[in-house]
DNA sequence: GTGATTGATGAGAGCGCTTGCTGACGGGCG
DNA sequence: CGCCCGTCAGCAAGCGCTCTCATCAATCAC
C-alpha cells in the first residue's frame, strides 16, 4: 500500500465544506462554540436568551454532535459490547436475553454491539486469543459476557482492566467466585419449587432427567436432590448424557427407565426440550402425560405456539438481558467499582402437564 | 447541571498519563509518529529497519490505536448496524441473519450494532420518528434493514444519505422497486419447486395455507398458483387469516378444510409452524402424515431437535445474514455507488412428509 | 462610592491520530 | 562532478468537540 497522493489541491479555508458542526451552529446563533457546547449538553449556567438563539440554531440546521469527536475528546463510548461466548448460535434464549439488553440499553443512550467468541476453558489467561471487540482500544467501554464463560476469560479481562459484567448462570467456576457484577437467575430456587409442588401432589417416584456434567443442569439437579431429601425421598436421576441433542437426551433417557420398569410417576426436566422428549418416551410407552405421568420442564417465557402446554420452570429472559444492561451502565457510571449480583426470580408455571398422583398409575406400566 | 468544577490541577505537561499513545511509541522506537502511523496503517514505503524498530516499540508497549481517535480523524467507523423494525422481539429466523451478519463482518474487520425500532407503514417519510441509531451522526456508515420494513423508512434514510441495505422479503412496498442494494431469497422458487414436487408425485388436491395479507406469503401463494395453472390445476387455497399464530392458522386452516369434506391430499404451508399445525389437524381428523396426506412446510436451517421430520422450502438464513453483511461493506467501500441485488436461493429438503398419492386415501376422509 | 464576590461568556488548548507537504539523502546519468 | 529525481522521514495542520481559564459585567456588602 503507498500513501494516497495528494488530492485535496485548495482546502477549503474557513467556509465550511457542506457538513454542519459545532462551528455552524455557533456562527449562526452569534455566539462562541463553547457557549453551543454547554447548550447542547444541558448546562443550565447558559443566558436564556443565548440559549434559545443556539437552540433555533440548532433546529434550522438539523445539527446533530458528531458522536466520534464526542466519543474521542470525552474519553468514553455509548456502545456496551454484547458478546456471546462458545455458543454455536444465537439460541432462542440468549436472543431473548440480548432483546432484553438492547431494551434497556436503548432506553438510557447507550447501544449494542452484537459479538461472539470462542475459546477453550483450559488455555492460561495469557495465551487467550482475545476476540476482536476486546481487543480494540475505545470500541465498547463495557462487555456483557453471555454464553457459556470460564475464569480464563474474566481473569483476562481483569488483567486488562476491562470492565464487564457477567451471566453467571453460564459461567463454569472451579472455585467459588464473589457475586459480583453478575446477573443470575434463581433456577434453583425454581427447580426446588417444582420438586416441592410434584411432592405435594402426591407424587414419590420422581425421576429428575439432565446431564449434569453441564454446570447449569447440576445446579438444578442439586435444588431437586436436597428437595427429596428433605422430605425423605430418593432422588432417582438419570443425569448421563445419553445424546448431544437435549430432545432426544430426554427421551432416551425416559426409554431407558421406562424400558427396565422402574417405577416413574413424574418427570423433572432439566430443559424444555428435554421435557419434550420425556414426553415422546412416555407417549411412545403407552403412557399419556398427564393422566399416567406428570412432567415439568423448562423455558424462559418465550412465546411458543398453540401448543405449549408444559407445566414448567419459567425465567423471564427478557428481564435477565435487561438487568444485564443495567448493571453495564452502573459499571460504566458508579466509576468501576464492583457491584453486587442482581438476581432474576423463576416461576413454577402451572399448565397442563401435572397431576394429582393416583396409584393405579402404577398398573398401566 | 453545572460545569464540572476544575479538579485537574497541574496537567501531565509532558509525560504520559499512563496510556500508551502513538507518542509513547514513536518515542520509544525513535521516530516521528508519522512514521509510526504508517506502519501500523500497512504502508510499504518505510525503511525496513525503522518498521522493525516501530513494530518492536508496538509489541513491547502492548500499543493498541485509539479506535475513537481513528474513527474521528479518518471520519468513518467500523460499525454496521443492524436494524430489526417492525418486529416484537429477535425471533429464530432474524437471529440466525443475524448470526450471519457478524459472522461477515467480523471476518472483515466491522463490527455489528443491534438495535430495533417500530414505525408505522402509514407516516409521511418526513414525520418518520427515526430510531436513535439512525439519528445519532457517526456511530454507524451503514444499516441493514432487516425485519418488516415499509418504504417511508427507505425515503427517509435515501433523504438524509444514508447508507442502506435491505432484506428484500419482508419489504412491504406499493409500486415495484428497483432491487439495488438489498438482499433477497427466493422463496418463490422454492415454493414453485415444492408445488412441482407434489404433483409430480401424484397429488392434484394441493392445498396452499397461510394469509396472503401477508405480502411475504403472497409471494409463496402466487409461485404456487402459477405452478397450479402451468399444470391445469386449481388452485385450492385457505388464505385468510383465522389466527395471529401461525401454528393455530395452519391448524384451523386444515381444520376447515377437512370439515367441509372438501378433498385434500397435500398441504403446502406458507410457514413451518403452520404446516405443524395443519399436520395437528389432520391428525385430529384421523389422517395420519405422509401416509393420508403429504404437507410441506417451511424452514431456515435452524439446527432442530430430533423430531424435525418436516418436509420444508429451506433456505440457509446465516447466508442471508452474510450477504447482508457483505453487501453493507460493499456499500461501504463501493464509494456509496448503488449495487445489485443479491439472491440467496432456497431448497427444497425432502424429510418424511410426503409420499406418492394414492388414490384410496380419498376414502379415508 | 469602593472593593469583593458571583456569574456568564469567549478564547483557546488539547484529545490521538492521519496526511499533505517539505526537504534531506542518495543513486543514476550526462 | 553536478544535476535531477525518486524515496522516505519528520513536521505540523488539522479533525469537532470539551473544558479550563481569563475576562468582564453585574451584584452585593459596607
Chains 1, 2 share one sequence.
Not at 453471555?146 to 475464569?151: P, T
Not at 456434567?213 to 425423605?232: G, I, P
Request: contains cysteine; aromatic residues 6%; neutral net charge.
Amino acid at each position: 500500500m503507498r500513501r494516497h497522493s495528494a488530492n485535496s489541491g485548495q482546502a477549503a479555508t474557513e467556509t465550511e465544506n457542506g457538513r454542519v458542526t459545532i462551528k455552524s451552529v455557533a456562527r449562526r446563533a452569534g455566539v462562541s462554540i463553547g457557549t453551543v457546547s454547554r447548550v447542547i449538553n444541558g448546562f443550565t449556567d447558559v443566558n436564556a436568551e443565548l440559549r434559545t438563539r443556539v437552540e433555533k440554531a440548532v433546529r434550522e440546521l438539523d445539527y446533530r454532535p458528531n458522536l466520534r469527536a464526542q466519543s474521542f475528546v470525552r474519553d468514553k463510548s455509548p456502545i456496551i459490547s454484547f458478546l456471546l461466548s462458545n455458543r454455536g448460535g444465537l439460541n432462542p434464549f440468549h436472543s431473548l436475553i440480548l432483546q432484553g439488553v438492547e431494551d434497556y440499553c436503548a432506553n438510557h443512550g447507550y447501544f449494542v454491539l452484537f459479538a461472539r467468541c470462542q475459546y477453550a476453558p483450559g488455555t492460561r489467561p495469557s495465551e487467550l486469543r482475545l476476540p476482536t471487540v476486546l481487543l480494540t482500544n475505545g470500541l465498547a467501554d463495557c462487555v456483557i459476557a453471555a454464553g457459556v464463560n470460564h475464569e480464563n476469560l474474566l481473569k483476562m479481562m481483569d488483567q486488562r482492566d476491562l470492565r464487564y459484567v457477567v451471566l453467571a448462570n453460564n459461567l463454569v467456576t472451579q472455585e467459588p467466585r464473589e457475586p459480583l457484577n453478575q446477573v443470575r437467575f434463581d433456577d434453583a430456587g425454581g427447580y426446588s419449587e417444582a420438586t416441592r409442588y410434584l411432592i405435594q401432589l402426591g407424587h414419590r417416584d420422581i425421576w429428575f432427567v439432565g446431564d449434569t456434567s453441564l454446570q447449569w443442569f447440576r445446579n438444578r439437579y442439586e435444588a431437586y436432590v436436597q428437595v427429596m431429601h428433605e422430605n425423605n425421598l430418593e432422588p432417582r436421576a438419570q443425569t448421563v448424557a445419553l445424546s448431544d441433542d437435549l430432545f432426544e437426551n430426554g427421551r432416551a433417557s425416559v426409554d431407558m427407565i421406562l424400558e427396565r420398569e422402574a417405577p416413574l410417576s413424574a418427570v423433572l426436566s432439566c430443559a424444555g426440550e428435554s421435557a419434550e422428549g420425556a414426553m415422546e418416551a412416555l407417549r411412545e410407552h403407552g403412557r399419556e402425560v398427564p393422566r399416567d405421568a406428570s412432567v415439568i420442564g423448562f423455558d424462559y417465557m418465550i412465546v411458543r405456539s398453540g401448543l405449549w402446554k408444559l407445566t414448567s420452570v419459567s425465567v423471564d429472559a427478557v428481564e435477565v438481558g435487561r438487568q444485564l444492561g443495567r448493571l453495564a451502565i452502573e459499571r460504566l457510571t458508579s466509576n468501576g467499582k464492583p457491584l453486587s449480583e442482581a438476581v432474576v426470580p423463576t416461576t413454577l408455571i402451572k399448565r397442563g402437564t401435572c397431576r394429582p398422583f393416583r396409584s393405579n398409575e402404577q398398573m398401566v406400566l
